[in-house]
């Protein structure tokens, strides 16, 4: 997104009266879980400056197409790479949110 809408979505849920959001790269995961609407945003520090989507996009946007993981980390490494540690830390949010239904090994 070219505005971080769901910040002001927020802001609305908790009836504040938010200020209109200034333009900002915005990358979201957005997902349903018990027919509540959720979102996670897919930050990644120095990685919002790049006119191509953060590391993590290009990662999950793998897997979700159903890539095996090392497909998923060649495209991740296509956007810029990542480290082991950050991959490790997307994983443990995405599992924690319970993003994935089920994983299998080859």
Known sequence: MHYPAHEYMQAVRRDETPAVPR???TNLIVYRRDHALLHL???APGFFS???PPPPHALFEA???GCTL???MEAMQETGGGSPK???E???VWFGERLFSRVEIQ
């Open 23 to 25: 333009p900002r790269r």
């Open 50 to 52: 790049s006119p191509s």
């Open 63 to 65: 897997l979700a197409q």
């Open 41 to 43: 945003p897919m930050a």
């Open 90 to 92: 997307y994983f443990r």
């Open 70 to 72: 090392a497909e998923g």
């Open 86 to 88: 950050q991959v490790f």
